[in-house]
């Protein structure tokens, strides 16, 4: 066999290894496995229990808390995008939001997304299109967060009000990706289309690539048509929020450590620290989130078994919070329903009026 045949016949074998899901699956748990031995290689063990030990407990449950009220916000803003099609409860909006990130945490491969559409297409009855572009907006409303700290943090830092932050360099680097990331969302789901139909690239771009492209497209539009009006502004208002307390639980961390960390930088690390997600990790973020807030906590001025002691009591707790309140969604999202209602439903129903100005039936 010539070289040039071997070579392309090893392309072929390794593009259908990556494309087979245990394949990578496994290769990203390798990767995660070896982030953590690379850390601890770098880091005594014995220092790092060390900065694991909790010196106030109260913060820690204000961790659990605030963790908790964000998901409450974000399934509002849920419930609020989908209320053009559809009337969902923001409790039954957590539970699909808890049941998606249970699933994203144990398959780092964005395998809950799947899920949540699946309650979209079969428990809602929407189209596959529509429930795919209300997925996709919800996440552009997290980035446009993510990017609105990282721009507050570079101003912070550029104007030495708190030289805590990460460098500005790191910073605006940070910043530029989420900006393009949100350019290459909106620009090429809106744009995108009508660019891949123009005479000049349709010569040159597949038709498959072209109608999916149309596709998203098309999806995209129909979930930004929930975001018209008012209903807007509450869709930014929420999202603030949510990313608001996100970084208020993160500086809760320092807190119960005993670590003099900045709020502002507290928030803008937390933020950044959600790239890490964006990386191949094993199941739970093993390995490649103890690397990654190892790196950044240290940038905050922190030694490195502070960091890394304050990463792993991190990592542990939210490891806690998703897998309580994902095992209590997911139950109650796939449980079996049947024709009987639950005994608060019949008791609410009993005390709802029937008519104007009559009393609860009881």
Same mark, same amino acid.
């Given at each position: ?72 916000? #974000?399934? +509002?803003?849920? !419930?609020?995008?989908? @209320?053009?099609?559809?009337? &969902?409860?923001?409790?039954? $909006? /957590?539970? %699909? ?123 995209? #539009?129909? +979930?930004?048509? !929930?975001?018209?009006? @008012?209903?807007?502004?509450? &869709?930014?208002?929420?999202? $603030? /929020?949510? %990313? ?119």
């Amino acid at each position: 066999m010539r070289p040039d045949q071997l070579r392309s016949r090893t392309g072929r074998l390794v593009q259908t290894a990556w494309n087979t899901k245990w394949f990578r699956g496994a290769a990203n748990t390798a990767f995660g496995l070896v982030a953590l031995y690379l850390v601890f290689r770098s880091v005594p063990i014995a220092q790092v229990v060390q900065h694991t030990d909790p010196r106030h407990l109260s913060p820690l449950v204000a961790i659990v808390v605030l963790t908790v009220l964000s998901q409450v916000v #974000r399934a +509002g803003r849920f !419930a609020l995008l989908l @209320r053009s099609w559809t009337k &969902v409860g923001i409790l039954e $909006a /957590l539970w %699909v939001n808890a049941s998606t990130q249970l699933v994203n945490y144990a398959i780092p491969v964005r395998a809950g997304e799947g899920l949540r559409l699946w309650w979209l297409v079969k428990r809602q009855g929407q189209a596959a299109a529509i429930g795919l572009g209300l997925i996709v907006v919800d996440h552009t409303f997290d980035l446009g967060g993510v990017a609105a700290v990282l721009g507050a943090g570079a101003v912070l830092r550029w104007t030495s009000i708190d030289t805590q932050l990460p460098s500005l360099p790191a910073l605006v680097a940070v910043l530029g990706a989420a900006l393009l990331t949100l350019v290459a969302i909106a620009g090429g789901l809106v744009v995108g289309p009508r660019l891949v139909c123009s005479r000049p690239l349709s010569r040159f771009v597949r038709c498959s690539w072209r109608d999916s492209l149309q596709r998203q497209g098309a999806a995209f #539009r129909s +979930g930004l048509r !929930a975001t018209s009006g @008012r209903r807007l502004v509450g &869709v930014v208002v929420t999202t $603030a /929020l949510a %990313v608001f307390l996100d970084g208020l639980a993160f500086a809760m961390l320092f807190r119960a450590l005993g670590l003099a960390v900045p709020l502002a930088s507290a928030i803008v690390a937390q933020v950044t620290l959600l790239y890490t997600y964006l990386l191949p990790a094993a199941p739970g973020y093993v390995g490649s989130l103890e690397a990654a807030g190892t790196f950044l906590l240290s940038s905050l001025g922190l030694s490195h078994p502070a960091a890394t002691g304050a990463i792993l009591l991190w990592h542990g707790l939210l490891t806690l919070i998703i897998l309580v309140l994902g095992a209590l969604a997911m139950y109650r999202l796939l449980r079996v329903r049947s024709g009987r209602p639950s005994r608060i439903a019949r008791a609410w129903e009993g005390l709802r009026p029937t008519r104007a100005g009559a009393p609860p039936t009881v």
